[in-house]
T-cell receptor, first 111, second 114 residues
């Protein structure tokens, strides 16, 4: 079983819609969690960290459920510029620190 | 400006040749990482290092080698033993703070084996 799993999509939604996707993790030593955004043929960039209490940054909301071992990302009022691949990243600390990526969820916002 | 520099951006190699990808950072980060990304896939960890002169294998280390002689530098060698080396290679660095984990990426090196 992969340590971090995401639905690869692709998800195609109309502009203005609300879209949400999840990421599950299996290692109980997972300490911190992040969503990264990757545009086509570019490097990933940090979108937001995910805190236990949930956190919001503009149209983006991230939540963590430790009991069920998943994190989620919600995008409200989606824009064409939100089209990208969203990568879930988990920081596992077992002696050394290791950041593990999910395979990414591809999102396309249609006009 | 602080950041990570990878070179070359594009590299073409014949089968049987070793190639070395450069990664330099001036962020004073302790940890550095090499990832490989194949089309439509996520990032897979090749090697990582948390301190000079020490590094650990990631999930797909076979056919690769690294060195960490300086804090700023973490070059990756793709050897001829790597069966399918054509991919997008990303170098990253981070601090080692317990709750952090934000990665700073270079722009990547795209390797094509002819």
């Amino acid at each position: 079983r992969k340590e971090v799993e995401q639905d690869p999509g692709p998800f195609n939604v109309p502009e203005g819609a609300t879209v949400a996707f999840n990421c599950t993790y299996s290692n109980s030593a997972s300490q911190s969690f992040f969503w990264y955004r990757q545009d086509c043929r570019k490097e990933p960039k940090l979108l937001m960290s995910v805190y236990s209490s949930g956190n919001e940054d503009g149209r983006f909301t991230a939540q963590l459920n430790r009991a069920s071992q998943y994190i989620s990302l919600l995008i409200r009022d989606s824009k064409l510029s939100d089209s990208a691949t969203y990568l879930c990243v988990v920081n596992i600390i077992q002696g050394a620190q290791k950041l593990v990526f999910g395979q990414g969820t591809r999102l396309t916002i249609n006009p | 400006d602080g950041g990570i520099t990878q070179s070359p951006k594009y590299l073409f190699r014949k089968e049987g040749q070793n190639v070395t990808l450069s990664c330099e950072q001036n962020l004073n980060h302790d940890a550095m990482y090499w990832y490989r990304q194949d089309p439509g896939q996520g990032l897979r960890l090749i090697y990582y290092s948390q301190i000079v002169n020490d590094f650990q294998k990631g999930d797909i280390a076979e056919g690769y080698s690294v060195s960490r002689e300086k804090k700023e530098s973490f070059p990756l060698t793709v050897t001829s033993a790597q069966k399918n080396p054509t991919a997008f290679y990303l170098c990253a660095s981070s601090t080692l703070k317990q709750v952090s984990g934000e990665l700073f990426f270079g722009e990547g090196s795209r390797l094509t084996v002819l």
